[in-house]
T-cell receptor
Framework: QKEVEQNSGPLSVPEGAIASLNCTYSDRVSQSFFWYRQYSGKSPELIMSIYSNGDKEDGRFTAQLNKASQYVSLLIRDSQPSDSATYLCAALGGGGNKLTFGTGTQLKVEL | AAGVIQSPRHLIKEKRETATLKCYPI?????VYWYQQGPGQDPQFLIS???????DKGSIPDRFSAQQFSDYHSELNMSSLELGDSALYFCASSLGTGETQYFGPGTRLLVL
């Protein structure tokens, strides 16, 4: 079992809809969580970071963290075709150094 | 804003050759991380440095070594290259350990 699990997708949503991406983690020591967007052949681009239980909003993006359930999610409102990419969930380990990534969820926003 | 710089961006090598990848962190960032991403896979942590000292080690083969220099740039040295080393190699940097990591554009290594 991977330490960080994501549904690989693809997740298809129509333009303008809300895309919901989910992630679970197994290491309870993890304290910091990140969502990165990665276009094919490109580097991971930071979308959101979240450290505390609850919601964190930044523009069209909302990250949610529930440490009791070991669950992290990312909501993308008003999805655009340019949002089509792979979204990587990552947890920062207890040692505070390495990021452990999920396999990523491929999002397709259709016109 | 200045980002992480990696060079070269593309590299083609033969089996058993050596390669050196370079990473220049965001100015003032003192921590550098190296990740390897194979085709269709998620990035795997290789090694990290904080203030020129190795701070963590992941699944880095013994054939690979890395260091961080006084100007905080880092180099990943890869020897006896194998076909399976073909991958994207990303460098990331942060201001201190345990902080948000920002990724460079990557080096695409192809071993023939």
């Amino acid at each position: 079992q991977k330490e960080v699990e994501q549904n690989s997708g693809p997740l298809s949503v129509p333009e303008g809809a809300i895309a919901s991406l989910n992630c679970t983690y197994s290491d309870r020591v993890s304290q910091s969580f990140f969502w990165y967007r990665q276009y094919s052949g490109k580097s991971p681009e930071l979308i959101m970071s979240i450290y505390s239980n609850g919601d964190k909003e930044d523009g069209r993006f909302t990250a949610q963290l529930n440490k009791a359930s070991q669950y992290v999610s990312l909501l993308i409102r008003d999805s655009q075709p340019s949002d089509s990419a792979t979204y990587l969930c990552a947890a920062l380990g207890g040692g505070g150094n390495k990021l452990t990534f999920g396999t990523g969820t491929q999002l397709k926003v259709e016109l | 804003a200045a980002g992480v710089i990696q060079s070269p961006r593309h590299l083609i090598k033969e089996k058993r050759e050596t390669a050196t990848l370079k990473c220049y962190p965001i100015p003032r960032h003192d921590t550098v991380y190296w990740y390897q991403q194979g085709p269709g896979q998620d990035p795997q942590f290789l090694i990290s440095f904080y203030e020129k000292m190795q701070s963590d080690k992941g699944s880095i083969p013994d054939r690979f070594s890395a260091q961080q220099f006084s100007d905080y740039h880092s180099e990943l040295n890869m020897s006896s290259l194998e076909l399976g080393d073909s991958a994207l190699y990303f460098c990331a940097s942060s201001l201190g350990t345990g902080e948000t990591q920002y990724f460079g554009p990557g080096t695409r290594l192809l071993v023939l």
